[in-house]
């Protein structure tokens, strides 16, 4: 997706223009025969409803995207509203991508309506993706909140751990948690493994990034390996943790995620050396 997103420019669109329209933070989709279609500006200009909040996000596949939010909530008839989780595969991937972006920056829309300095109201940028405050200058941008994840090994093993989360999962997944202030990555991983099940790791190595709006988290993934120590778990964050080997694995996390994909690299790995 080009990055062209400041709300004052404008775009060179070849195609019609996405709508990404949100409410309660879920995605509004079209069904069309039994597909899931992200509504186009033909099919904003047919329905009546009311939007609020409208903002350009840039361009995917040549056409210009938007983001607003459905003022009453609810959808027009042959209209849902869907978890965006759950849209992964039902759209092409460029779509996707764009619906997580279009999610991120909606929270934070969402979330900022006046100037911490001043309390003034904030107006949109017409030079960025930024929102200005009209009385002082003040800059607010969308907020990113870094988290390291990291699939710690031991042998032919890997760690994982079930979340305490409301509402309850029956999943596993590698270790995630957020970077604190003064922190590099390679020491967030060290802390948060440390903390959540007692361990230390060592050969910290980067694998790959991902954006989470879930509600505004940038995951940066690692590999580890263990180094010494038993688990002992921190029951405020996990239900339970444990090694497993490829033929053992417990049920896992949502294949779009980079928790999965990390377990997928051990999965590849450990079967090729098998």
């Avoid at 709508?19 to 079209?30: P, S, T, V």
């Avoid at 983001?67 to 965006?84: E, K």
């Avoid at 929102?131 to 607010?140: D, M, N, S, T």
């Avoid at 180094?227 to 090694?243: C, V």
């Amino acid at each position: 997706m080009e990055s062209r997103t400041g709300a004052g420019l404008s775009y060179d669109s070849v195609n019609t223009p996405y709508w990404f329209i949100f409410f309660d933070g879920k995605l509004l989709i079209k069904d069309v025969a039994g597909s899931v279609v992200i509504p186009s500006q033909g099919d904003m200009d047919a329905i009546t409803a009311e939007l609020t909040g409208a903002c350009p996000i840039g361009l995917t596949c040549r056409s210009d995207c938007y983001v607003a939010t459905l003022a009453d909530g609810a959808p027009p008839r042959g209209y849902a509203f869907i978890d965006l989780r759950r849209l992964y595969g039902q759209i092409a991937d460029s779509l996707f991508w764009t619906a997580i972006r279009a999610l991120h920056i909606w929270t934070w829309l969402k979330k900022n309506h006046f100037c911490g300095c001043c309390a003034s109201r904030l107006q949109m940028s017409s030079q960025e993706m930024a929102l200005q405050c009209e009385r002082c200058g003040h800059l607010v941008y969308p907020r990113i909140s870094p988290a390291i994840i990291v699939a710690v090994t031991r042998g032919d093993q890997l760690l994982l751990a079930r979340p305490h989360r409301v509402p309850a999962v029956s999943w596993h997944t590698v270790i995630a948690g957020f970077v604190e202030p003064g922190e590099t990555l390679e020491e967030c991983v060290r802390r948060e493994v440390r903390e959540e099940v007692g361990i230390e790791v060592d050969r910290i190595q980067y694998f790959g990034s991902q954006p989470w709006p879930f509600p505004d988290s940038l995951m940066v993934g690692f590999t580890a390996q263990y180094a010494s120590g038993e688990i002992t778990i921190d029951p405020r964050e996990i239900i339970e943790a444990d090694w497993f080997s490829v033929d053992n694995l417990p049920p896992l996390p949502a294949s779009f995620s980079i928790a999965k994909r990390l377990i997928e690299w051990f999965v590849s790995t450990h079967r090729q050396t098998s």
